[in-house]
């Protein structure tokens, strides 16, 4: 299971850190994936790792979200920084099969709650 958090309101132009936190398994054995869905549009990847700490990002976000583990604590994190309205939605981790040169990759097990970003001013 994995669950995120860390979500909320911030300034266009500011930063903010996601959690997502596993249970049932280690995150230093599996790739992991950050995704994002606004209401009527398909989620999108915007960051993965696989288990050798390679790292890839789309376009969009390059530059400016860093996803990084914990192993000791179990926990992906994904450090976003110059954020704009268009980074909002919500954000979703995920178990995936491999982590794309595009920052995606096909997740399997199921779905978390998710955690809402809003950049608003």
């Known amino acids: 299971q994995l669950v995120e958090s860390g979500g909320g309101l911030v300034q266009p132009g500011g930063s903010l850190r996601l959690s997502c936190t596993a249970s049932?398994?280690?995150?230093?054995?599996?790739?992991i994936g950050w995704f994002r869905q606004v209401p009527g549009k398909e989620r999108e990847g915007v960051s993965c790792m696989n288990i050798y700490g390679t790292t890839n990002y789309p376009d969009n976000v390059k530059g400016r979200f860093t996803i990084s583990k914990d192993n000791a604590e179990n926990t992906v994190y994904l450090q976003m920084s110059s954020l704009g309205p268009d980074d909002t939605a919500v954000y979703y981790c995920a178990k995936i099969s491999s982590c794309g040169r595009n920052g995606s990759g096909n997740m399997f097990g199921s779905w978390g709650q998710g955690t809402q970003v809003t950049v608003s001013s």
């Open positions: 049932g398994f280690g995150v230093d054995y599996v790739a």
